[in-house]
Nanobody, 125 residues
Framework: QVHLVESGGGLVQAGGSLRLSCAAS????????MGWFRQAPGKEREFVAA????????YYADSLKGRFTISRDNAKSTVYLQMNSLKPEDTAVYYC??????????????????WGQGTQLTVSS
């Protein structure tokens, strides 16, 4: 079983930056690919970014490339999402997710069996 806890959400002004963290309680964190997804009010959940088990491979939603950066620290069993140049449309609940895989992580939510509870990001204009 994998337990994921996100943190770092909050209220930020447009143009600002924020870093989300997701701490995993699992013995073999390095066996898991990790992803970030988000869901805005009234919208479907969407893929944000993913990172391979080693951290060598990172993948992003096309619309977010250049503003968001995913990374991981396997020694700390934590994955991060650095978000820059934030926009009001980035407002959403952000979820981290995990899948035991040493392949390329997917962009579909149903590929990830483990999810955190989410952390709210609100970007004010």
């Amino acid at each position: 079983q994998v337990h994921l806890v996100e943190s770092g959400g909050g209220l930020v002004q447009a143009g600002g930056s924020l870093r989300l963290s997701c701490a995993a309680s699992v013995r073999t964190f390095s066996s898991y690919a990790m992803g970030w997804f988000r869901q805005a009010p009234g919208k479907e959940r969407e893929f944000v970014a993913a990172v391979s088990w080693s951290g060598a491979g990172t993948y992003y939603a096309d619309s977010l490339k250049g503003r968001f950066t995913i990374s991981r620290d396997n020694a700390k069993s934590t994955v991060y999402l650095q978000m820059n140049s934030l926009k009001p449309e980035d407002t959403a609940v952000y979820y981290c997710a995990a899948v035991q895989s040493r392949g390329r992580p997917g962009e579909r939510g149903n590929e990830y069996p483990y999810w955190g509870q989410g952390t709210q990001l609100t970007v004010s204009s």
